[in-house]
């Protein structure tokens, strides 16, 4: 009897100590497709979306917002637009691949300084925005939905989401630096600042 139970405890300990060397190498295996891959199969994006690939003070950027970022670039580069434009046949390099992280990494910047400030987006400014994009689109875009579709293969809704927000909040926030486009460019200024300082963090690599 005290042999079988002998048994049954080298059984566990083993099966415990080969679980645990199976999870080191997923966890192991991930971190290489995120970190120095940037892996995008299926796999990946379920399993390490939320990944951590940036950070700006309090506001994090996660692998699954890089990869959106360059899913529409690489749908931008094969869209009808660009190839009526004489521009097929164009390729992701890992200067556009670097210049979509910083954005994003902008972004986040945006948002924490939003909550020093205090400055909020809601749903109804992101609309307003919107619209007034589509009426200045209107006279050279008939259908802006279908444009956003064939161009990102978004709906609307993720491109308001995406590109429509981070602009209002941009808007807002522009507003607190100077009236028109000298609030901008002084907020593109406390960017370029501010994406120096220490508290940023930058986990991804593209050289």
Do not use: H
Not at 44 to 72: H, I, N
Not at 108 to 133: C, G, M, N, P, Q
Not at 138 to 155: A, G, L, R
């Amino acid at each position: 009897m005290e042999q079988q139970k002998n048994a049954q405890k080298v059984t566990y300990i083993t099966a415990g100590l080969a679980a645990f060397v199976l999870v080191a190498w997923g966890a192991s295996w991930l971190i290489m497709a995120v970190y120095a891959n940037r892996d995008d199969r299926g796999v990946v994006r379920r399993m390490a979306g939320w990944f951590p690939v940036g950070k700006v003070g309090s506001e994090t950027v996660r692998y699954s917002q890089y990869l959106r970022a360059r899913d529409a670039i690489k749908n931008f580069l094969n869209s009808r637009a660009v190839q009526e434009a004489g521009g097929s046949g164009q390729v992701i390099t890992p200067e556009i691949e670097s210049s979509a992280y910083e954005r994003l990494l902008r972004e986040a910047a945006s948002r924490d300084l939003a909550a020093e400030k205090k400055i909020t987006v809601t749903d109804e400014d992101v609309k307003a925005t919107y619209d007034s994009f589509v009426e200045q689109a209107s006279s050279t875009v008939p259908d802006v939905k279908q444009y956003i579709q064939d161009t990102f293969q978004w709906s609307v809704e993720e491109y308001q989401e995406v590109v429509v927000r981070p602009q209002t909040m941009d808007d807002k926030l522009a507003a607190t630096f100077a009236s028109g486009t000298d609030g901008y460019d002084q907020l593109n200024q406390y960017f370029s600042t501010r994406l120096q300082e220490p508290d940023v963090k930058r986990y991804l690599k593209f050289n």
